[in-house]
Nanobody, 124 residues
Framework: QVQLVESGGGLVQAGGSLRLSCAAS????????MGWFRQAAGKERECIIT????????YLADSVKGRFTMSSDIAKNTVYLQMNSLKPEDTAVYYC?????????????????WGQGTQVTVSS
């Protein structure tokens, strides 16, 4: 079992930056593929970026290329989503997810563990 807790969301103006954190407890996430997803109101959950359990980037959505990056701090059992040049269309609830020894799939169904989500709102 692994528990995930996201933080760092909030309200930001277009063009601004935010860094989301996802702290894992219960098990070290070094053996887990990790992903960031988001879900805007009235829309399906969308995969943004994932890393394989080996630590390599597996997927990056075209909509965030050049603006979002993912990193991890194994010592802190935390992954981060750095979001730059934010746009109003980035407004959504952002979730982190974990999949034991997974390939870093972009499908939400592949992930067994989810955080509660953190709201990101980008004003124009």
């Amino acid at each position: 079992q692994v528990q995930l807790v996201e933080s760092g969301g909030g309200l930001v103006q277009a063009g601004g930056s935010l860094r989301l954190s996802c702290a894992a407890s219960g098990r070290t996430f070094g053996n887990y593929a990790m992903g960031w997803f988001r879900q805007a109101a009235g829309k399906e959950r969308e995969c943004i970026i994932t890393i394989r359990w080996s630590g390599n980037i597996a997927y990056l959505a075209d909509s965030v290329k050049g603006r979002f990056t993912m990193s991890s701090d194994i010592a802190k059992n935390t992954v981060y989503l750095q979001m730059n040049s934010l746009k109003p269309e980035d407004t959504a609830v952002y979730y982190c997810a974990a999949d034991y020894r997974g390939p870093g799939s972009s499908s939400a169904r592949s992930y067994n563990y989810w955080g509660q989500g953190t709201q990101v709102t980008v004003s124009s």
